[in-house]
């Protein structure tokens, strides 16, 4: 029955659903606030939803802060732990002196040093050659 109701409202050009809704909230609000206050709420209602945005805003670009801060560690902690496989010192010295060290090194340690470094950089792969691990090292680098 209520979908023919619908139909009906639909041939007279008579809002739908969803449309009876917004007007039943516009209609509460002027006889609750009154057509003098409606103004005013606008406002209010725009001050709010601005002041919302902004912290939004900003709550988005401490989160992407701390994740970016994150990588960074663990990008510099991947490296440490590579140049420590590869017998390289990391101790006061920066991350990109390290990377530049590691890709020296890799054309000059042993077979078995080279599949640590690629094992601990995450680029290890079962059917890759010595020197395809080294390419996949210092690619990983971005040196």
Same mark, same amino acid.
């Given at each position: 029955?209520? !979908?023919? @109701?619908? *139909? #009906?409202?639909?041939?007279?050009?008579?809002?739908?659903?969803?449309?009876?809704? #917004?007007?039943?909230?516009?209609?509460?609000? +002027?006889? +609750?606030?009154?057509?003098?206050?409606?103004?005013?709420?606008? $406002?209010?209602?725009? &001050?709010?939803?601005?002041?919302? &945005?902004?912290?939004? /805003?900003?709550?988005?670009?401490?989160? !992407?802060?701390?994740?970016?801060?994150? *990588?960074?560690? *663990?990008? &510099? +902690? $991947?490296?440490?732990?590579? /140049?420590?496989?590869?017998?390289?010192?990391?101790?006061?010295? !920066?991350?990109?002196?390290?990377?530049?060290?590691?890709?020296?090194?890799?054309?000059?340690?042993? *077979?078995?040093?080279?599949? /640590?470094?690629?094992?601990? @950089?995450?680029?290890?792969?079962?059917?890759?050659?010595?020197?395809?691990?080294?390419?996949?090292?210092?690619?990983?680098?971005?040196?």
């Amino acid at each position: 029955m209520p !979908s023919a @109701m619908w *139909d #009906i409202a639909a041939q007279f050009g008579l809002p739908g659903g969803f449309e009876w809704i #917004i007007i039943l909230i516009i209609i509460a609000i +002027l006889l +609750l606030f009154g057509p003098q206050k409606i103004p005013e709420l606008a $406002r209010g209602l725009g &001050r709010a939803l601005g002041e919302f &945005r902004r912290g939004k /805003a900003e709550l988005e670009r401490e989160v !992407s802060a701390e994740i970016a801060a994150a *990588d960074t560690r *663990d990008q &510099r +902690l $991947r490296v440490e732990k590579t /140049a420590s496989a590869l017998g390289i010192q990391t101790a006061g010295r !920066s991350e990109s002196q390290i990377k530049l060290d590691i890709a020296r090194a890799v054309d000059k340690v042993p *077979d078995d040093q080279v599949v /640590a470094a690629a094992q601990v @950089m995450g680029v290890y792969t079962k059917d890759a050659d010595v020197q395809r691990l080294k390419e996949k090292i210092i690619k990983a680098l971005n040196v």
